[in-house]
Nanobody
Framework: QVQLVESGGGLVQAGGSLRLSCAAS????????MGWFRQAPGTEREFVAA????????NYKRSVKGRFTISTAETLNTMYLQMSSLKPEDTAVYYC?????????????????WGQGTQVTVSS
């Protein structure tokens, strides 16, 4: 099994920045790509960004491209999401996920492992 734990969420004003972290433990060679999803109240969980751990290819939701950056630590056991120029519409619970497909997939169903989520609130 793989355990994923998010941290770094909080309250920030519009235009501000936050960095989310996702620490992986357990069978950390059991997945080949990681991603971030988010879910606002009353909405479905949506893709934010993903990264392949084999070639470091990245993929972003169009509305966050240029504002958010996904990366990993050299050990590949920690993933980050640097969020800048935050907007109130970025407010959501952010979830870390890992997939065995091996590509930076935007598809929820490709991900086998999920964290518990961290709240990000952007005030206007």
């Amino acid at each position: 099994q793989v355990q994923l734990v998010e941290s770094g969420g909080g309250l920030v004003q519009a235009g501000g920045s936050l960095r989310l972290s996702c620490a992986a433990s357990g069978r950390t060679r059991d997945y080949w790509a990681m991603g971030w999803f988010r879910q606002a109240p009353g909405t479905e969980r949506e893709f934010v960004a993903a990264i392949s751990l084999s070639d470091m290819a990245t993929n972003y939701k169009r509305s966050v491209k240029g504002r958010f950056t996904i990366s990993t630590a050299e050990t590949l056991n920690t993933m980050y999401l640097q969020m800048s120029s935050l907007k109130p519409e970025d407010t959501a619970v952010y979830y870390c996920a890992a997939n065995r497909v091996g590509i930076a997939s935007p598809n929820y169903s490709d991900y086998s492992y999920w964290g518990q989520g961290t709240q990000v609130t952007v005030s206007s």
